[in-house]
């Protein structure tokens, strides 16, 4: 057994192929393109489509190891950058593969609706221990405005989409009686002169032009609303936080 590596080139398509080889019994020269050819479905897919002799073929380097000739593919794949370079057929190196959409789709759908175990949850929260929250991360001005151009409009992923009575209400009951982080802590100074600065610097005064866009985009719509048992009414959805268990109807 001699383990090889080998590269292989498609003439039609100048692509190209890296790879090693070690469950042969043969010398190499004897055993690639005449009984081994690849296990890469990139390369089989080129073949049924323009057959075996579309191809130039070259043995590379010989080793003693497995191991030697696994670790040399690496290297080579990973200086060639074949990842991210679409003239390479490899889609993997060293068991890494680069997911493509539908791959990520196919996995989301797997594990949609899907209930984490106990165990799960425990090695998620373990992995999470120590790592700085996402919101304590200082973030430069010049990265929070190139941020908002590119989640803006059709990039967002909530675009178009709105909240509907039922987002609404599950939102709703997973927030029920959490506490807002900032609860009785007192704003310091320098929050204050913060916040009276951002709004000195953009008036709130809305112009003319701005209130007769909102009137027009407004106009027609219904607002949403949801019923309130208590009181036995239909409360727009931004009143309905006063509802529920803090209905006043409940205390009369």
């Given amino acids: 057994m001699k383990p090889y590596t080998y590269l292989i080139r498609h003439r039609p398509s100048g692509k190209v192929y890296y790879g090693f080889r070690c469950a042969n019994r043969v010398d190499p020269v004897d055993d690639l393109w005449k009984h081994y050819f690849t296990s890469s479905p990139g390369v089989q897919k080129l073949i049924e489509e323009t057959g075996a002799d579309s191809f130039d073929t070259e043995i590379r380097q010989v080793f003693e190891t497995k191991e030697q000739a696994i670790a040399w593919e690496t290297r080579v794949l ?32 797997y594990h949609k609706d899907k209930p984490k175990s106990d165990e799960h949850k425990q090695n998620l929260s373990k992995s999470q221990k120590g790592k700085a929250k996402k919101s304590t991360v200082y973030k430069s001005k010049e990265y929070r405005d190139r941020m908002s151009v590119l989640k803006s409009g059709a990039n967002n992923g909530m675009y178009g989409k709105g909240c509907t009575p039922e987002r609404a209400a599950k939102i709703g009951a997973a927030n029920k009686g959490k506490l807002p982080s900032n609860k009785g802590v007192p704003m310091s100074e320098e929050q204050k002169a913060k916040i009276r600065a951002t709004k000195a610097a953009n008036p709130t ?18 607002r949403t609303k949801l019923y309130c048992a208590h009181c036995d009414r239909h409360i727009a959805t931004g009143w309905f936080h006063r509802h529920g268990a803090n209905c006043a109807s409940i205390r009369l």
């Fill in 78 to 109: 990973t200086r060639c950058k074949v990842l991210h370079d679409d003239r390479w057929i490899n889609q993997n190196v060293a068991g890494y593969i680069v997911p493509t959409d539908e791959s990520r789709k196919k996995i989301s759908d």
């Fill in 205 to 222: 005064k809305r112009s003319a032009e701005a209130i007769a866009k909102t009137v027009a985009k407004q106009t027609g719509l219904k």
